[in-house]
């Protein structure tokens, strides 16, 4: 059996199967819209670099995007990478900009030799190394990739660099604080211990640690000889950045709108006060950009940002109904979670369903819908009777 090609161009397969010209530029089982959703690259189970591309330089910028799909030891199974050449004309002196190089594990590495080997993609032509935010299944390669490479400037945004010192830094003082965190929000001495012994396991998936130079919001990075807007996009992390080429309306969108899923809104102690009310104002925003592709941190390419964007904001609105109906009777985050998400959750699993319910409890307090009761250390919720909510 063939083994699947782990790479592909999504901005020339899009192209193609859009372009009324070249309606065969697809092998079979290519491009669909069914089930009512928007066009999008070829599916993930499939092998896309299988299918015919447009010339060269026929898609522009888009079409030479090479899009890697990196190995996730998570339920998501893997996260997209991205490499833009530093310009239109190939050859052994071209430059790569590496967006999001992924989590460091012996899986990505390996996958990662062979994309370069096959791209023929020296690591001394990596011009820059780009992070949306400072996750470890973006981030943890980003140190491995400026050693190879003999130090290739890691962009990160300023709150993502703070972060990174508070989760990986001296100390690991942010690990502490979600643990305390989750105390007072009801869990357990016995998933404590396993939350402390999961947290602790990222550190050797994002060492060596990269020197960072900071990306600020506003500012433009220079890729595949055009400029990336960088825009802040908090929510899913708080200095998350979406970057944008206008003239031909891509967005690198990271974890801000993914298709098919839903990006994760985590209450982290110490950042964002509201994540959840930051993320909606930030979707709001983000769809007023003309976008012709996004390329998202997970899942397929897609062309219709503003249309995903406004499917994800319902999903909220709607758990935040549900979640406030269920607050009838005071509840902790913990208990509000099992009754949401289950009880058989792994650790990894928990860790995102506990955040994001504390996120979407901050939310409701925040529009009146729902009160904050603290007694003996134990934080809990409760809705607001009427008449209470704020005015």
């Known amino acids: 059996m063939t083994e699947r090609v782990p790479y592909d161009r999504p901005g020339a397969l899009l192209f193609a199967a859009t372009s009324p010209a070249s309606p065969s530029s697809l092998a079979p089982g290519g491009l669909s819209g069914g089930s009512g959703q928007s066009p999008s690259a070829r599916p993930e189970e499939e092998n896309a670099a299988s299918a015919r591309l447009l010339p060269p330089g026929e898609a522009g910028l888009a079409g030479s995007i ?24 190939a050859g ?24 370069l080997a096959e791209l023929d993609l020296k690591p001394a032509k990596l011009s820059r190394i780009v992070l949306t935010h400072h996750h470890p299944d973006h981030y943890g390669l980003a140190g491995w990739f400026q050693q190879r490479s003999g130090g290739a400037p890691v962009l990160l945004s300023p709150e993502g660099r703070r972060q990174v010192e508070r989760l990986w830094g001296p100390g690991t003082p942010l690990a502490g604080e979600t643990l305390r965190l989750f105390e007072q929000h009801g869990l357990g001495s016995a998933r404590l211990a396993d939350m402390r012994t999961h947290l602790e396991s990222f550190l050797l998936q994002v060492n060596p640690q990269p020197e ?180």
């Open 66 to 89: 090479v899009r890697v799909r990196i190995p996730l030891p998570f339920p998501l199974r893997w996260v997209n990478s991205y490499l833009i050449p530093d310009s239109s004309e």
């Open 212 to 391: 960072l130079t900071e990306l600020r919001a506003g500012e433009c990075v220079r890729m595949g000889g055009a400029d990336w807007l960088a825009i802040h996009t908090p929510g899913h992390a708080f200095g998350h950045l979406c970057l944008y080429q206008p003239e031909e309306r891509l967005m690198l969108a990271g974890d801000h709108v993914l298709p098919r899923i839903t990006p994760n809104i985590s209450f982290i102690p110490g950042e964002d006060g509201d994540p959840l009310g930051s993320y909606l104002r930030s979707l709001a925003e983000i769809a007023h950009y003309p976008v012709q592709l996004a390329l998202p941190g997970h899942r397929d390419p897609f062309p219709d940002l503003p249309g995903r964007a406004a499917e994800i904001a319902r999903h909220h609105e709607e758990r935040l109904a549900k979640m406030a109906a269920a607050l009838a009777v005071p509840l902790s985050a913990a208990e509000l979670c099992e009754a949401y998400f289950g009880k058989e959750l792994t650790v990894h699993s928990l860790r995102f369903a506990l955040s994001e319910t504390i996120a979407h409890l901050i939310r409701l307090e925040a529009l009146g819908l729902a009160e904050r009761e603290e007694r003996d250390g134990l934080i809990r919720y409760r809705a607001c009777r009427v008449g209470e909510g704020r005015k």
């Open 92 to 115: 052994a002196d071209r430059g790569w900009s590496l967006v999001d190089p992924g989590l460091h594990t012996p899986e990505a590495i390996a996958v990662w030799e062979r994309v």
